[in-house]
């Protein structure tokens, strides 16, 4: 099971780089937190987004272009077609304020495929959201691999299609700067993630700054680590009272605290 090789990548140390005008820049402490949510699962997708709707937050929300279609079903264990939500819901949640991006064409494991295959798929993904949902545009998406399972040559690639790509590594990563391309990120699996989550959101906040990406899929018992839906709101409700934090998704917190990216 690969997502096993995923359990607890704990957070790393992460240097604050300078980005823009940020607080860390003036002395004071930053702490950008991401829960970056995966797969589209429609029921615990709509509760997520209603929880971060009563902060006044937007969720950070990755999805399969077609894993929902019958020609190309996504094939997981902790993921069938018929929990997925579709691009109608997508575009619904993003006028809500979420964000939405690619989290691969279907869920496939883009590191097992020749290359010129997986750019495909890549590119048929992008196109795929480019048509569905209203606004968006590649150059500003984080693609999140499926599995974080990315390769050399596909993270060297990808910087020409989208903005950054998010994969395995440090959970904690610096602050976003304009040439932030590779996001980190962790997460714990296949049982309830609550610790794990808690000890990284810890460890993120004994730094002076950094930004920690934190990888969740469903709510309660929906997905692989899930967290209750009931955890998510105090979750939420606590770092809403921390001056440092602030709540923001990945694509997001490149646009807002790394500024334009260096051609
Ligand atoms: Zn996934």
Same mark, same amino acid.
Request: overall charge negative; hydrophobic content about 40%; some cysteine.
């Given at each position: 099971? =690969?997502?096993?090789?995923?359990?607890?990548?704990?957070?790393?140390?992460?240097?604050?780089?300078?980005?823009? =005008?940020?607080?860390?820049?003036?002395?004071?402490?930053? #702490?950008?937190?991401?829960?970056?949510?995966?797969?589209?699962?429609? =029921?615990?997708?709509?509760?997520?987004?209603?929880?971060?709707?009563?902060?006044?937050?937007?969720?950070?929300?990755?999805?399969?272009?077609?894993?929902?279609?019958?020609?190309?079903?996504?094939?997981?264990?902790?993921?069938?077609?018929?929990?997925?939500?579709?691009?109608?819901?997508?575009?619904?949640?993003?006028?809500?304020?979420?964000?939405?991006?690619? #989290?691969?064409?279907?869920?496939?494991?883009?590191?097992?495929?020749?290359?010129?295959?997986?750019?495909?798929?890549?590119?048929?993904?992008?196109?795929?959201?480019?048509?569905?949902? =209203?606004?968006?545009?590649?150059?500003?998406?984080?693609?999140?691999?499926?599995?974080?399972?990315?390769?050399?040559?596909?993270?060297?690639?990808?910087?020409?299609?989208?903005?950054?790509?998010?994969? #395995?590594?440090?959970?904690?990563?610096?602050?976003?700067?304009?040439?932030?391309?590779?996001?980190?990120?962790?997460?714990?699996?296949?049982?309830?993630?609550?610790?794990?989550?808690?000890?990284?959101?810890?460890?993120?906040?004994?730094?002076?700054?950094?930004?920690?990406?934190?990888?969740?899929?469903?709510?309660?018992?929906?997905?692989?680590?899930?967290?209750?839906?009931?955890?998510?709101?105090?979750?939420?409700?606590?770092?809403?009272?921390?001056?440092?934090?602030?709540?923001?998704?990945?694509?997001?917190?490149?646009?807002?605290?790394?500024?334009?990216?260096?051609?």
């Amino acid at each position: 099971m =690969k997502r096993m090789e995923f359990l607890k990548l704990s957070g790393g140390l992460a240097m604050a780089a300078a980005a823009g =005008k940020s607080s860390a820049q003036e002395g004071k402490k930053l #702490h950008l937190v991401s829960l970056s949510f995966d797969d589209g699962f429609k =029921k615990s997708f709509i509760r997520t987004a209603e929880i971060y709707e009563k902060f006044g937050l937007s969720g950070c929300f990755n999805v399969t272009a077609a894993g929902n279609r019958p020609e190309s079903p996504i094939v997981d264990d902790y993921v069938s077609p018929g929990q997925l939500g579709d691009f109608a819901l997508w575009n619904e949640l993003q006028a809500r304020g979420h964000e939405i991006m690619p #989290h691969g064409h279907h869920h496939e494991h883009l590191d097992r495929l020749p290359d010129e295959e997986a750019r495909k798929l890549i590119d048929s993904c992008l196109e795929i959201f480019a048509a569905g949902l =209203k606004g968006w545009e590649a150059k500003r998406a984080v693609f999140n691999f499926p599995y974080n399972d990315a390769t050399p040559l596909l993270e060297a690639w990808l910087p020409s299609r989208v903005r950054a790509y998010r994969c #395995h590594g440090e959970m904690i990563n610096p602050l976003p700067h304009p040439g932030t391309t590779k996001i980190g990120t962790g997460g714990f699996g296949p049982g309830n993630a609550e610790e794990d989550l808690d000890q990284a959101i810890a460890d993120l906040l004994s730094l002076d700054s950094g930004w920690l990406v934190y990888n969740l899929h469903g709510l309660d018992e929906e997905g692989w680590g899930p967290i209750r839906a009931t955890y998510l709101e105090k979750l939420l409700a606590r770092l809403r009272t921390i001056d440092s934090v602030r709540i923001v998704p990945t694509a997001r917190a490149l646009a807002q605290y790394a500024g334009v990216k260096k051609s």
